[in-house]
C-alpha cells in the first residue's frame, strides 16, 4: 500500500509541473496575445487553459472516490473546456481585422521550446509507468505545441504578404483551428470521464493470461470459467469468475478469495479492484 501512495505522489508532481507550467503559458500567451494584437494567440492562451483543467482534473480525480458526485465535477470540467472551444470559435464571427505585432514571433518562439520540453517529460513518464493521465496530458501538450506552430507561420505570412488581401484571414482561420483543437481535448476528456464510469473492456490477451496464470496458482482453484478486464481511468479493475471444490464453508470460500485478490494487486499495480464469483467445481463426464 506504501508503494502504491509513493506511486501516485511521484504521478501527481508530474501532473503539478504540468499544472503550473501550462497555467503560466496561459498569462503569457494571453498577454502576448493582447499586446501583439493577435486572437489566434489569445485562443492559443485559452489552449493552455483548457489542458490546466484537465491535468487540474486528474490531480483532484486521484484523491477522491468514484462516486456520482465525482462524476458530475467531471462531467462540469469536460463541459466547461468544450464552451472555451466554442466561444473561441464563436469569436472569430465579426472580428476586425489586425496585423499582429513582429514581437508575437518571441512570444511564440518561446511557448513552443516550453511546451515541447514539458510534452517529450510527460510522454517519457506516461510510456515508463503506462500511467494513461500523464499520457493524456503529453498528447494535448503536442497539440499545444501545434496550435502554437500554426499561430507563429500564420503571422509569418501575414507580414511577409501583407499587401494581399485575402491573407489578412489568416489569423482568423488559425483561431478557428484552434478553437477545434481545444473542442477535441474536451471531447477526449469527456470520453476518459465516461470509462471511469463505466470502464472499457481490455481484450490485451497477453494480459488476460498473465492474471489466469496467476489465479491459477492458488491450489484451492480448480478452473477458472472467465476473467474481464476493464479500465475505469488510470487503473484495472477485474471481474471474474472461477469453480473451487464445493466442499469448502463459506468463510473459507471467502479468505480463498482475498488471498487471491491480495496476490493480484500485488502483481499487477494497475489492479485496485477484483471481484470475483465462485461457483462448485462440477465434473464432466
Known amino acids: 500500500m506504501k508503494q502504491n501512495k509513493g506511486d501516485n505522489m511521484k504521478e501527481n508532481k508530474e501532473l503539478i509541473i504540468s499544472c503550473i507550467t501550462n497555467l503560466s503559458l496561459f498569462i503569457f500567451k494571453l498577454v502576448g496575445g493582447i499586446l501583439c494584437k493577435s486572437s489566434s494567440f489569445i485562443a492559443d492562451s485559452m489552449h493552455s487553459c483548457s489542458i490546466f483543467i484537465s491535468d487540474s482534473m486528474n490531480i483532484y480525480n486521484k484523491e477522491k472516490e468514484r462516486n456520482d458526485k465525482f462524476y458530475y465535477i467531471n462531467v462540469a470540467a469536460g463541459l466547461f473546456i468544450l464552451f472555451i472551444g466554442f466561444g473561441i470559435i464563436y469569436n472569430v464571427l465579426g472580428r476586425k481585422y489586425y496585423l499582429p505585432k513582429s514581437q508575437l514571433f518571441i512570444f511564440c518562439s518561446i511557448a513552443i521550446f516550453v511546451k515541447l520540453v514539458l510534452s517529450l517529460y510527460l510522454m517519457y513518464s506516461g510510456q515508463n509507468k503506462n500511467n494513461q493521465a500523464l499520457s493524456l496530458s503529453a498528447y494535448n501538450g503536442r497539440l499545444d505545441?501545434?496550435?502554437?506552430?500554426?499561430?507563429?507561420?500564420?503571422?509569418?505570412?501575414?507580414?511577409?504578404?501583407?499587401?494581399?488581401?485575402?491573407?489578412?484571414?489568416?489569423?482568423?482561420?488559425?483561431?478557428?483551428?484552434?478553437?477545434?483543437?481545444?473542442?477535441?481535448?474536451?471531447?477526449?476528456?469527456?470520453?476518459?470521464?465516461?470509462?471511469?464510469?463505466?470502464?472499457?473492456?481490455?481484450?490485451?490477451?497477453?494480459?488476460?493470461?498473465?492474471?489466469?496464470?496467476?489465479?491459477?496458482?492458488?491450489?484451492?482453484?480448480?478452473?477458472?470459467?472467465?476473467?474481464?478486464?476493464?479500465?475505469?481511468?488510470?487503473?484495472?479493475?477485474?471481474?471474474?469468475?472461477?469453480?473451487?471444490?464445493?466442499?469448502?464453508?463459506?468463510?473459507?470460500?471467502?479468505?480463498?478469495?482475498?488471498?487471491?485478490?491480495?496476490?493480484?494487486?500485488?502483481?499487477?499495480?494497475?489492479?485496485?479492484?477484483?471481484?470475483?464469483?465462485?461457483?462448485?467445481?462440477?465434473?464432466?463426464?
Open 145 to 285: 505545441v501545434i496550435s502554437s506552430l500554426i499561430v507563429l507561420f500564420g503571422t509569418m505570412i501575414m507580414r511577409i504578404f501583407s499587401s494581399v488581401k485575402f491573407l489578412r484571414y489568416i489569423d482568423m482561420i488559425s483561431t478557428f483551428i484552434i478553437g477545434l483543437i481545444v473542442i477535441n481535448i474536451g471531447y477526449n476528456y469527456l470520453k476518459e470521464v465516461i470509462s471511469f464510469k463505466i470502464g472499457t473492456t481490455i481484450t490485451d490477451e497477453n494480459l488476460i493470461s498473465d492474471i489466469k496464470k496467476n489465479i491459477i496458482k492458488n491450489k484451492n482453484v480448480i478452473e477458472i470459467d472467465e476473467i474481464i478486464i476493464l479500465r475505469i481511468g488510470d487503473y484495472y479493475k477485474i471481474v471474474g469468475s472461477l469453480e473451487m471444490n464445493g466442499q469448502y464453508s463459506l468463510i473459507e470460500v471467502h479468505d480463498i478469495i482475498c488471498k487471491i485478490e491480495k496476490k493480484l494487486k500485488q502483481e499487477f499495480k494497475d489492479i485496485r479492484d477484483v471481484t470475483i464469483k465462485v461457483n462448485p467445481y462440477r465434473r464432466v463426464l
